[in-house]
């Protein structure tokens, strides 16, 4: 699970990029203001929300100004209510409003991501199944998002192309079949999870013979998964994928699946409606 201390590196330079392409050579705007004005500002949420991004807000203002004083009332993971007060700042006026709409950009954008999924586990939250986020994030922003997700009662697929392999359709085709890419797969990474996609109960069972880690179970009806759980019987994990809905996904969930994999998490997410206002 990805953590705020191993994400460390990639907040200062998810927030150094974010303030380059903000400020540029400089906020014109923020010079109106005298240089000595202290102010204090808070941040509100304008409608219920699962909140992500706290540390994404702290580096940006230590960035533009580590005088600043940050006080929150939520952390990460925390639902809120419209008008709830998320957190104030204390400090230079001109590096509060410098640094307001890169702060807020990040605190919006990954809440939106955890509201998102906290929505989607709440749907599923009695059954076992786990839901899984894809690798349909925002450019840049991968790592933010699947951590976003991860506070929202969701889980991680692979993070990208370099720790875990999916075999889809066209990797099957160029490689002579499920067998073979699956057992050039265990010898080209021993120790990465082999995941393998199959779109018919008979390749379910050449995927199964061959000892994949984890079986794809791509747009496969609900009777469809119902079977390949009993024919899998526990000797590999099962993700359903494909045509994930509101109405679809409590009856896939009910199979018996182990994972289901939605790109929405992170690809369908709306920001929060978030206010700052000097006091």
């Known amino acids: 699970m990805l953590s705020i201390d191993t994400l460390r590196p990639t907040i200062e330079q998810n927030v150094k990029a974010a303030l380059q392409e903000d400020i ?15 102010a204090t500002a808070r941040v509100i ?20 100004d580590a ?7 939520v952390k990460d993971g925390d639902q809120v209510t419209p008008n709830q007060a998320l ?15 890169a702060a807020l950009n990040f605190l919006q954008t990954l809440s939106g991501t955890a509201t998102v999924s ?6 599923v939250a009695t059954t076992k199944v786990k839901l899984l986020d894809t690798r349909k994030t925002i450019p840049g922003l991968r790592l933010a998002q699947k951590y976003a997700v991860t506070c929202g009662s969701c889980y991680n697929h692979r993070i990208g192309l370099y720790d875990a392999f999916l075999i889809k359709e066209n990797h099957i085709m160029a490689c002579g079949g499920i067998k ?3 057992e050039t797969a265990q010898k080209t990474a021993p120790g990465k999870p082999v995941e393998i996609e199959v779109e018919t109960l008979e390749q379910l069972h050449e995927a199964l013979a061959a000892d994949a880690d984890i079986i794809m179970l791509d747009n496969f009806t609900l009777e469809q998964m119902r079977e390949a759980v009993a024919i899998t019987n526990g000797k590999a994990k099962l993700e359903a994928s494909g045509n994930i809905t509101d109405e679809t996904l ?20 709306r920001a929060v409606d978030l206010s700052l206002r000097l006091i």
């Open 118 to 123: 906290q929505q989607y586990a709440d749907k």
């Open 87 to 101: 957190f104030t700042v204390t400090g230079s006026a001109r590096s509060i409003l410098t640094a307001e709409r």
């Open 250 to 269: 409590v009856p896939i969930a009910e199979t018996g699946v182990d994972y289901i994999s939605i790109g929405a998490l992170t690809k369908h997410c």
């Open 67 to 73: 005088g600043m004083d940050i006080s929150w009332n």
């Open 24 to 38: 540029g050579d400089g906020d014109i705007t923020a010079r109106l203001i005298p240089e000595s004005e202290q």
């Open 45 to 64: 949420s304008r409608e219920h929300a699962t909140i992500s991004g706290t540390a994404w807000v702290d580096e940006v203002f230590r960035q533009v």
């Open 180 to 182: 073979a890419a699956i």
